[in-house]
């Protein structure tokens, strides 16, 4: 085994924060190393450290059996030299440059540059090309990456990192906000590279990508290397070893009660596209409804046209029997249907604001009297909340800036979570979520079913559904194709019923909109 | 789709007393000192009175400036409404004027913010555009100073209660109120989270149009207020004496602590630098140097104490990234 990158008691501090204790990896080419750990763990540190983007404050790295002497010029720049070359949790595209710009930003001249002057038309060619080796066609390459859908944006991210040519690549969660067949794409090229001697490292909170993907896998806990595992991985030591102790429940089987009683919304002759069949939900309390289906086929327009964030074609929402004349968000939260968006950087965080003010936001009013915040109410609230959703902070009054991707996520569901509300929208509310939190957070939804709310979730993976839902709606072409109900939501059925949407047969399945 | 550029974390937090809005504090002490010494070691009651009188409009302005910059906006116009208000004060009667004047500057705040948040046109094009409006209709009402503005208006701008200034009275009631909503009530925080992020704050069910119309005519009120306060100051109106005010009231603003990218900044630093602004000009006519020295130094300080702040950035920044900055683009 030839070791690419050997890295040891890395030591990063920011503030009062010490990141990572005694960082440690080793790194053999062509093979696919798993780093795996709690939310806040170290991992996105350690993965920037890796790629030159923060300076360690102690520690040796190693790369091809060279030492990396002082870390006074370590930056993205040298690491990119040695072939290191990292994919970040958070998307860093340019936004308004088209997709060939950001693939080749800052490496024009090794592909299409003449004389240090850009030739776009070559530069649309090679944009083709890559693209077109991973698979991605459908991505068109002279529009703005912020036109893209979040899914694509990724790949795109993907793409760009690998016209870097790296050696060393290291994807911190891109699969996050992935849908399964994209999942399929991206494990196709980290193949590929494999076989091309390429070292991956691969984060991801989801233990069954590990296990499909990855040789070997690296655990940390409070910013130390705690173990070292080969693939075949024993899941329950894995979990053992990121949480410290011993977890008993990973996702536990049980179904919350089907809907039951007066449905508290009601949909009906809701067209998301043009000259497609229209859509009739009812919501229950106590349900749990699935979305299920591939990639943009109109689950997430559903969502928020429920959120009021979405102008459908036509239909007509009632809750509790009274007509919703125009639902906005703000219209909808006051009536206790809220929603987890997909992108909480773009459309649910703050990320210059505290902590205490994030969590707070949607539910000031409500802790208000007579128009003016009870503020000692309100980090009473706002403490319960990130305590019960165990985040990983110093002080209410930091920055969301200055929290770790998963911990960010659970910043969004404190703030939901917080106005009580009587639906619960969500678009892949585990994004970035570690095992042991997203357990206690179906937990934490199943309880509020029982309670007599209702529960909207799409999940762009759809194995979060079963053992979840106690309805899966498939979305083909913006429309509802099927409906799955209880003990019938498998995964299998799942993705069967996501391809198949056409011309399925199943006993189980109950067609709901017939052409 | 256009707030997704990357943002580091920067932990702050560590350097807080380092970030404008602390580092105007000791600023502003360092310049107090030097004036004393200057002043021979003494302050007179007169001279302290007439900092604080000289200093209030400035800081209204800041204050207003500050208020729409947290909203993710900007306010160019903010000086030809100090104009505007300060020539209707002193043409309309003397009873009706000052109410008057201050509804000229609410509504013109108001259609500043209804232009930008309904139509949604930039805000740096609609407010330069409304000032040159604004500053038409001034010199339309009042081509050269003149007019006659009420003794008792003159009383509150210039006036004493005892040893205390009546502008400081009225002073600390506005960074009371304004405090207040920004910090106790929840249309304030949603200012500063519709400036951090808009659609954030939208899908957080935080209505925004109101929120950053009101910050306008937030600013449109202040700029009155200063306005009627210049008007009294100088018994007169005067069509031009509000033009510097835009570009001080951007600075102020600034030198406060307030992000230009929104979402960011706080009511006492914003006065801390309008005072710091003020002594700098006192103490370049104790010197008896050139007046012009006065944009030197105001415009050095403004580079000085965003140089600082950049620079703990810059040290703190991870490597190879391209700072903060976001771009004020609303
Ligand atoms: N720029 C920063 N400023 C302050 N604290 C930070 C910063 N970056 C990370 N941290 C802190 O360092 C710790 C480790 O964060 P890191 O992002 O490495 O976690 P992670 O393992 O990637 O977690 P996740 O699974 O949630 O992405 C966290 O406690 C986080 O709050
Ligand atoms: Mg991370």
Redesign the interface.
Known sequence: MNVFLRAEGIQKRFGATLALKEGSINIATGRVHALLGENGAGKSTMMKVLAGHHRPDAGTVVVDSRAVGSFARWDTKTAMRMGIVAVYQELSLAPHLSVAENLFLGVEDRYFSQHNLIRPRSRVSAAKQILQSLDLEEIPVEVPVGDLSLALQQMVEVAKALARKPKLLLLDEATSSLPDEYVRKLFAVVDHLKKSHVAVVFISHRLDEIDQIADEATVFRDGINVGHADAPFDRGQLIKLMAGHEVDREINHVLAPAGQGEPIVRVSGLVLKESRPAIDVEICPGEIIGVAGLEGHGQQEFLLSLFGAHRPLAGRMTMKGRIVPRPTPWSMIARGVVLIPQSRKIEALHLDLSIRENIALMGIRGLSRWGVVNSRREIRQVKSYADRLAVRMNRLDDLANSLSGGNQQKLVFAKVLMTQPNVLLMIDPMRGVDVATKAALFEEIREMANAGRAIVIYSSDTSELVGVATRVLVFYEHHIVRTLSSPNITNGALVDAAFHAKGGDSAADVPLVTQ | ???????E??????FRWLRNEYLIYPILVALLVAYLILNGGFLSVFQIQSLITSTAPLILVGLGEAVVIISGGIDLSIGYMVSLTCVVVATSSPVLGTPLALAVGVVAGAVNGTLITRFRLSALVTTLATGSFFLGMALHILPTPGGVVPEWVSTVADGNMGPVPVAAILLAAVVAILGFILY???AG??L??VG??L?????????DAPIRIGAYAVAGLLAAVAGIFLAGQTSSGDPNIGTPFTLNAIVIAVLGGT?L?G??GTVGGVVAAAFVLSVVSDIIFLTNASSYLQYIVSGGILVVVLGIGQGVRWIRR????PSREKVADR
């Open positions: 789709m256009r707030r997704s550029t990357p943002k974390a920067i932990p702050l937090r560590t106790r009530v929840p925080r949603y500063f989270a951090d992020n659609e954030g704050a939208r899908q957080s069910g935080v209505v992000s990218a979402g960011v991870p490597t190879g990234q």
